[in-house]
């Protein structure tokens, strides 16, 4: 089992910038990869990031390309998301992720961090 924790999230006026973090305890051997999604309520929860446990391979969706940045501190276990530019449709519910398997859906869930970005 692995047990994911999000911070760092709020409330930010449009261009401005959030660093959230993803806190991993528990079967850590066993990740595969790791990975940022997000949420708005009524939509289906979408992948805006991932990255590679091994060899720090990265992805990002087309909508986040060149404004956020997935990182891992592997000594602390830990997941970061630096947001830049953000907009209102940035909006969303942020979850962490994590797979064991390569080019599987994740098997661990964070419980969410809530991100606002005002016009």
């Known amino acids: 089992q692995v047990q994911l924790v999000e911070s760092g999230g709020g409330d930010v006026q449009a261009g401005g910038s959030l660093n959230l973090s993803c806190k991993a305890t528990?079967?850590?051997?066993?990740?595969?990869?790791m990975a940022w999604y997000r949420q708005v309520p009524g939509q289906a929860r979408t992948l805006i990031a991932i990255?590679?446990?091994?060899?720090?391979?990265?992805y990002y969706a087309d909508s986040v390309k060149g404004r956020f940045t997935i990182s891992k501190d592997d000594t602390e276990n830990t997941l970061f998301l630096q947001m830049n530019s953000l907009r209102p449709e940035d909006t969303a519910m942020y979850y962490c992720?994590?797979?064991?398997?390569?080019?599987?859906?994740?098997?661990?869930w964070g419980h969410g961090t809530q991100v606002t970005v005002s016009s």
């Open positions: 992720a994590a797979s064991t398997q390569a080019a599987a859906l994740p098997s661990y």
């Open positions: 528990g079967d850590i051997p066993s990740v595969y990869a």
């Open positions: 990255i590679s446990k091994q060899y720090s391979v990265t």
